[in-house]
């Protein structure tokens, strides 16, 4: 079903440089950004290309509601990692906040983002597809770099794909570790980044890490990215491959990449 995007759009952003990424290809392309940032790492950098850039924190409800309608904004996109820890930490809750988490039977992301969803639609706010202004940072089939995988890395891969569409049936992680047929860590909480900490530190070296989009995938929130942290960590601990599911995950900074994984002897490539 096909939309009509209006000149004023809305960025609820998190850590990263992928709303970064958003603002720029939007502004580009002759829409004007207003975002809210519930993040510090990527404030200078958005700067550029909204006209506004507010200061929120995720639980924060009352006053991210007041910006919108103050702004007009009538269309949002959520972009960037906000850590799932926020969870944890209610001291910067406003009451409703609160009180709708209390009504969650669970807490998990779809779960959270629905209701988020739910209480933007009662202003008359619509949450778009992540990919609208991004569409050029989906990854198609293939090996993307000059290292190909061997036929043992493919078992791993082809369990690992399974194993992660088997977690995202539960809604708990997109990311699992594989070593030799062997599973060295599922992706919760933590994050990806983490998870391959703790997987590949399990199997020593040659990890394999599988990221792919659950089954009933919303494309309103929790699309799988990868980019240059996610490389750096595998290099760190000594992971050789990462396949993500193809059509359906973005590479931010993709060149940038496809370079650090080509002399860092990584295997990158989607399926």
Known sequence: MSITLENKQGLIAGDGILPVRMAQYAKENGFEVVCISLAKDNVHQLKKYCSKVYSCHPGEINKVEKILKDEGIKQITFLGKVHKKVLLQLHKFDKRAIDLLKEATRLNDDKVMLMIVEELAKIGVEVLDQTIFIKNLMIPAGVLGKHKPTESQMEDVNYGFWLAKEMGKLDVGQSVVIK???????????????????GAKLAKSDAVVVKVAKPKQDRRFDIPAIGMKTLRTMSHKKASLIAVEANQTIIVDQEKVIQYADSHNIVIMAV
């Open 180 to 198: 030799d047929k062997m599973i060295m860590a599922v992706e919760a909480i933590e994050g990806t980044d983490v998870c391959i900490k703790r």
